[in-house]
């Protein structure tokens, strides 16, 4: 029984029973104890109910109260705001895709070209970029695949993919982790460019070799980066091990097979990769 459900029965009661009725009769009439009673008896005096206590007889109704009040009307049926996905299936979207569909509610999904529309008058207001992936979530628009993730894992706390406040240090860390340095380093490397000790000094990633040991480090035995089960996290470092292997600008480290390995056989994850096949194909 909801509060506001509870109140109006308060209300119901004291309406119907001919004459003042005594506190511990009426708390035993609604099933509550006299605490829970003399609580709700102070909000309804608070929300303009007036209930009158007559000493030596007990509580009694105005009759000018409305049966129910307005202000404890039950509200209107909550409607879920919608998430539109904006993507392309070779792109950093297919980090998103999979926190998605690790979080198992209803979205739509838009794609769009690279140069086209991409960068077209009406996603550019959404994001100046002319990258994907971002989402809108009702009147919120986010960007960026490591914020997306820690949004949505914040939106839809029963899909259990953010750790409790308290527990979140390696949650964090790792996260903004592959966001920041992981990202920077794997870049430079890939463009062939070698920084030298004092610009790797001026680098937030540092050195390269030092990064990775790092991140080996980090899930060496470990089935989940930000704690004791899958977060948001995993979503986002796991998606960079994978496509790194992949496409060669992150070493095949025994750490970091066994750890993805844990990852990519989740059922969210070969969903994702089933649809970017069937998209690939024409279908």
Partial sequence: MTRTTRLQDLIRVLRYHPGPIGGPELA???GITLRILYQDIATLRAV???????PGQGYVLPPEIALPPAALAEPAPWEPA???????PLSRGGIVHWMLEELGVPYRTVILEYGSTM???????LNPMGKVPAIRHGDVVVTEAAAICAYLADAFPEAGLAPSPAARGDYYRWLFFAAGPLESAIALNDLGVQPTAEQ???????????????LAAAVEGKPFIGGGAFSAADVY????LGWGMHFGTIPRRPEFEAYWEGLRMRPAYQRCEAYVEQVLAGG
């Fill in 237 to 240: 470092v796991g998606s960079h």
């Fill in 119 to 125: 960068k077209s008058p009406d996603y550019l207001a």
């Fill in 200 to 214: 790797k000094m001026r680098l937030g990633c540092g050195d390269y070799w030092a990064l990775i040991d790092t």
């Fill in 82 to 88: 919608e998430i539109t996905f904006y993507t392309h």
């Fill in 28 to 30: 035993e009439r609604l």
């Fill in 48 to 54: 303009g109910v007036e209930v009158v206590n007559t």
